[in-house]
């Protein structure tokens, strides 16, 4: 890790040499008990921590550690990061004795392993020389016996896009969206507390198409459009998608769409975030962004974890809980979680009681994942990763991670549906305590489209019109909401894919078999044409609501614009990037009814050229117009 080599200054003659005692020792990456029962993913970064007692005089010490990936060695030397503070009342190696030291870093003798020593597999490790780190005197240390194993197990990484939703409100109308900052927390909070060793992070600025103020359900229904979009333009069908909503105009309370009981990455959230000091219940988190954590519960329920019941209306959904007050550990904390801190954000490391941390999926304040919450994730990203394996992986030099799926198959895991027409991603938002839904998103897809591992809600179905008057009536998939407060009206989320016939003209929402929610298709939309970009003028550009002066902004102009309106039937247009000719597409704007949209040209920083489309759509047919290649230094 380049920590400079302990200095060795000439051992003082006076007195007899210092002795410690080695109590204990432990191997953690996010939380840990002392028996080392929390298994350790693999390439995730880690901690061994010694803790020494009984210390002939109080004394600070550093030391290194030897570890080996082999029983012989050859053994490789690690030094501690700051010191270890010997106190002779901190010592023995009962779990209550040791518990002083391990929910405090200035007590304990901490080691970071080098990332080549956490691939899966087992580790060999020693304690080497310990020093007064004051005087540089050597510590005799009793009790370090025989190198000790641990083993690294292989987990999926987390697949996340993180869609910034973007609005504008007041008058003068001012533009909101997550910062930069809030985006980095968010990746980097995930990468600490899950049990992932990374996090497969992206993001994506989107126009939210609702008005402000909308409802984390309304975000998430164009979260599932996207999200329908992207697979069906060959992104990976594992990925996660969690919409950002800066609480710069207000505080947009997060929600997720659906608990999926079985592995399903199509489950969609949404989450406030901004500045700690912007809600009084989150001024214990003193970091910048209260989004990472925020988001962390969301997601957390995408993988199917419930409220354990704890603080400011928690919902009791998961008995199961093991822990009193939804801490992270029993009263005799016996688990300790640790942040191993990020120096890019920067956090420290910490050590993180557990009876004063509480698990990620109350509404308490001190958040972590609990050894409970721990598990399950990795359960469910294990799960996960046998459906959608996770393909190839570019920026791991590993060779040996068996969490690696096809290479670059983005259509893995994805199985055609039976289709009979044209598929269509609806996405409705819906209202069941008032019995109400808005058709919010309605999307033909090109190309492959994942299999729906959500459940059929018999309550719901749609019931499609064609051209004769006669009808066909079709299941859907439902998510209801999650992280409701008890007043709230139950809400949630038709994301569903069906088959539409070419000549369907319409279709009504069904709950109970009565119509809640009705939509008429127009007929074929027209193609989008002179598809360029261009940089606005000064003059141009439209301040807070539109592309700044100077900001690449693709165009375009459609021929039957002049005869159509937005809305319901109306025409909307979905917007994709391609770096990659045309393989793969990521999709940029969907229910847009501007016929300009500005670029992030971050977003194909990577590429030397980038292709767009536009598709226009009128419900339930689309058209397609793509642009050349463009060089991207030149956008
Ligand atoms: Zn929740």
């Not at 319901?568 to 847009?592: E, F």
Request: one cysteine or more; proline letters at 8%; charged letters at 20%.
């Amino acid at each position: 890790m380049g920590a400079p080599a302990i200095e060795r200054p000439r051992e003082a003659a006076a007195g007899p040499q210092p002795t410690a005692v080695l109590d204990g020792v432990e191997v953690t990456q996010a939380v840990q008990d002392i028996g080392g029962s929390i298994p350790l993913v693999a390439r995730k970064m880690t901690l061994v921590r010694a803790y020494l007692g009984s210390p002939s005089a109080p004394m600070s010490v550093r030391g290194e550690l030897r570890v080996s990936r082999a029983a012989n060695g050859p053994w490789t030397t690690v030094s501690s990061f700051g010191t270890a503070a010997l106190d002779p009342a901190r010592s023995g190696s009962s779990p209550a004795q040791l518990r002083g030291r391990r929910e405090d870093l200035a007590f304990s003798l901490d080691f970071r392993l080098p990332r080549r020593f956490t691939k899966q597999g087992t580790l060999w490790f020693k304690l080497g020389a310990v020093r007064d780190a004051t005087t540089g005197r050597k510590v005799q240390i009793g009790g370090t016996g025989n190198a000790r194993t641990v083993t690294f197990v292989p987990s999926p990484l987390l697949r996340l896009r993180v869609i910034n939703l973007r609005y504008t409100t007041g008058a003068p109308p001012v533009q909101f969206a997550a910062t930069k900052s809030d985006l980095e927390h968010m990746e980097s909070w995930l990468t600490r507390a899950y049990p992932v060793a990374r996090v497969r992070f992206s993001t994506v600025t989107v126009d939210a198409t609702a008005t402000w103020p909308f409802q984390a359900t309304q975000a998430n229904a164009q979260l599932a459009a996207l999200r329908a979009l992207d697979v069906a333009g060959g992104q990976d069908p594992g990925t996660h998608y969690y919409g950002m909503v800066s609480d710069g105009g207000g505080f947009m309370r997060g929600r997720a769409s659906a608990i999926p009981g079985a592995p399903d990455p199509s489950a969609v959230a949404s989450g406030p975030t901004g500045p700690n000091n912007s809600s009084p219940g989150f001024s214990w988190d003193t970091d910048g962004s209260y989004g990472d954590w925020y988001g962390g519960h969301e997601l957390g329920h995408t993988f199917g974890r419930f409220h354990p019941g704890f603080c400011n209306g928690n919902s009791a959904d998961d008995p199961a809980y093991p822990f009193p007050n939804g801490q992270v550990s029993g009263a005799d904390g016996a688990f300790t979680g640790v942040d191993v801190g990020d120096p890019d954000i920067p956090v420290a490391p910490a050590a993180l009681p557990g009876v004063v941390w509480h698990d990620v999926m109350t509404y308490c304040d001190f958040q972590w994942l609990s050894p409970y919450t721990y598990r399950g994730i990795r359960d469910r990203l294990v799960a996960e990763g046998m459906l959608f394996p996770v393909p190839y992986d570019d920026d791991d030099e590993d060779d040996d991670d068996s969490s690696r799926g096809g290479r670059g198959d983005a259509s893995a895991g994805a199985a055609e549906p039976p289709v009979n027409g044209t598929p269509v991603h609806v996405s409705a938002v819906v209202n069941l305590t008032r019995r109400t839904a808005d058709f919010s998103y309605v999307t033909p897809l090109v190309g492959p489209t994942a299999a729906q591992s959500a459940p059929i809600d018999d309550r719901f179905a749609l019931r499609v019109r064609l051209a004769d008057g006669t009808t066909r009536t079709l299941p859907v998939v439902f998510k209801p909401d999650v992280c409701q407060v008890a007043d709230d009206d139950d809400t949630g989320l038709v994301d569903t894919v069906v088959a539409v016939d070419p000549g369907a003209v319409g279709m009504d929402l069904l709950l109970d078999g009565e119509p809640v929610a009705e939509y008429s298709a127009g007929g074929t939309p027209s193609t989008a044409a002179n598809l360029q970009v261009e940089r606005l003028t000064g003059a141009a550009g439209n301040g807070a609501e539109g592309p700044a002066p100077g900001e690449p902004v693709l165009t375009w102009d459609d021929p039957a614009a002049a005869t159509t309106d937005a809305g319901p039937g109306g025409v909307t247009y979905g917007v994709q990037a391609s770096t990659d000719q045309g393989r793969t597409w990521t999709t940029l704007a969907v229910g847009a009814t501007d016929r300009q949209l500005p670029l992030d040209t971050e977003q194909f920083s990577d590429a030397d050229r980038v292709r767009f489309r536009v598709l226009t759509t009128s419900g339930f047919s689309q058209t397609v117009s793509t642009t050349e290649d463009l060089p991207v230094e030149n956008l």
